[in-house]
């Protein structure tokens, strides 16, 4: 079966985002690119855009990864709350769920605090200090 994982855009920030998931996640970034490594003198990038991230992978779990990259300055913005994309996180366990999302959540916004919801299972919604929206839950069945 095919992997699905996200991958997150940022402003010059996906560096900084990443270091902060790893030391939620735990683990050690498999890939890390600059714009810088791929320059030449046919595709040369801008010295405002060479330390930019072109790709980072950061793996969770067993088969999951999460990963991202910052967008050249020439591209414009990205806005996080412009498309409203959602991070989904099934725990293993209600603590795991509680250290996932007081993890991520610190500095952020919290939109639905983590608890007991009305169909059983534990869950919360937040959006991260970068604006990223992210949904934890456990369910014990």
């Given at each position: 079966m095919a992997f699905i994982n996200p991958y997150i855009h940022f402003n010059g920030n996906a560096e900084e985002a990443f270091t902060f998931y790893r030391s939620v996640f735990g683990g050690e970034f498999a890939k890390i690119m600059?714009?810088?490594d791929l320059s030449?003198?046919?595709?040369?990038?801008?010295?405002?855009?060479?330390?930019?991230?072109?790709h980072i992978a950061l793996p969770i779990g067993k088969s999951n990864v999460l990963?991202?990259?910052?967008?050249l300055e020439i591209m414009g913005q990205v806005t996080e709350n412009d498309n409203r994309?959602?991070?989904?996180?099934t725990a293993e366990s209600r603590?795991?769920?509680?250290?996932?999302f007081n993890g991520l959540a610190e500095g952020g916004k919290i939109e639905?605090?983590?608890t007991d919801g009305p169909f059983g299972s534990y869950f919360g919604m937040f959006a991260d200090k970068y604006g990223i929206q992210w949904m934890v839950a456990f369910d014990a069945k």
């Open positions: 600059r714009y810088k030449s003198p046919e595709y040369p990038v801008a010295e405002n855009d060479a330390n930019r991230l072109m990963m991202g990259s910052d967008v994309n959602t991070i989904s996180i603590e795991e769920a509680d250290k996932l639905m605090p983590i």
